[in-house]
Every structure is written in structure tokens, then in C-alpha cells.
């Protein structure tokens, strides 16, 4: 994406799959924090207690 928009007039079509967004520094550090969290609860109390928290708000 950034190279398209970077030269549009050397690409002139994408395919995208699983795209995010381009994050700024605090998204990315909270992103950071929620994966940092959730290997911690993984290491300390299994992989059951890394998901307890995220999988209610996952869509079906």
C-alpha cells in the first residue's frame, strides 16, 4: 500500500488481504501492551487464561 501510494504511476492495481490499519505510535504501543499482556497471562497461568480475556469480544 505504502509503495502505491508512494508511485502511483508504477502501480496501477493492489490485491489486499488482511490489511491493517497504518498505525500511529500510540496505537502501536498499545498494541504492543495487549500482546505483551496476553503472553504473560499465557506463561503464567496457560493459554487458556491468555484468550479468557479476548475471546467474549471475537466475533463468531
Not at 501510494?5 to 498499545?30: G, N
Amino acid at each position: 500500500m505504502r509503495a502505491a501510494l508512494a508511485h502511483p504511476d508504477r502501480i496501477s492495481a493492489l490485491i489486499l488481504m488482511s490489511v491493517e490499519d497504518i498505525e500511529d505510535d500510540e496505537a502501536k504501543a498499545a498494541e504492543v501492551r495487549f500482546m505483551d499482556d496476553f503472553a504473560d497471562r499465557v506463561r503464567a497461568h496457560g493459554i487458556e487464561a491468555g484468550w479468557a480475556p479476548i475471546l467474549p469480544d471475537l466475533a463468531p
